[in-house]
């Protein structure tokens, strides 16, 4: 696990460096290339499933041998100019690629400095490029929910889950992770053209996202009393309200940080004009100000840091 640790500390000093030649940016075009290859819509549901499912398990063994390709090179490398250190700078600069702490904390962090300078303009157009929900029109109250739910829902998907299948698969199940959580993004819409195509890949997202979104809840918990925040209602929030979520992962970050909070998340988002009522998580003991969103933050890096402590105690420790 140092090799998640260094890689944690690389994305936190360094961040997330945007451009095409990013792995999550190709692993992004081969997907839109297999679409492109698979995809008709004059299939019928039935093979459109099928196609769907015949991308997700080229997406999914390819992005594997990828990573499994690295290490072998690392280790070449280690063998053949006795550098030992190889296969962790490989490693922790590959995994700093599949996790998001600083991105999503530098998002939250400019919309909080946007909304502290009245800047409610700047502020919707930084909010609707990390969320699909429509936003020219949101009130400041509104801008920050979307804010708050977004840095609970991605600590799932944009830093535990990778870090989870790193400590239970190292590297090469990380990538394929960020692979499969990339094809959801890409494909797992429930319209037209994806309800069916990107049902195998929805699906796949929702599994493998299981178990580190109850992690995740329960570190939301223990970060949040050590940051002094309502830990009790956390725990008490998810329970009663993390089911309500339309998925069945993002409640359980979602509904965890509301009672940490005292805010109250959902409610009714647009989608090209159209409504979409979501249920309510939380009781609004308070209303929501920009403040909010840095302690979403400080709870994501919080329940990061745990991750990490901890897995390094069970699995580093004993290797």
Known sequence: MLAAILAFFTDTIIGDPLGRWHPVALMGKFIGWLERLFYSAADSDR???IKGALLVI???AVSYAAGSGLLYLAYWVRDAYDFRWSEYAVTAVVLSFM?????LAKAGQEIYALLAKDDLHKAREKVGLIVGRDT???PPGEVIRATVE???ENTI???ISPLFFFAIGGLPLAVMYRAANTMDSMLGYRNAKYLCFGRAAARLDDLLNYLPARFTALLFIMSAFLLKLDHQSALAIMRRDAKKHPSPNGGYAEATVAGALGVRLGGVNYYFGEASRRPYM???SEALSPRHILEAVQMMYTATV???LFSYVIIGFNQ
């Open 58 to 60: 080229i997406v999914l």
């Open 282 to 284: 939380g009781d609004p």
């Open 157 to 159: 998907d944009g830093v």
């Open 99 to 103: 996790i998001a702490p600083k991105s």
């Open 136 to 138: 020219d029109k949101l």
């Open 150 to 152: 977004t840095v609970a």
């Open 47 to 49: 093979l459109k499933f």
């Open 306 to 308: 745990l991750f990490l």
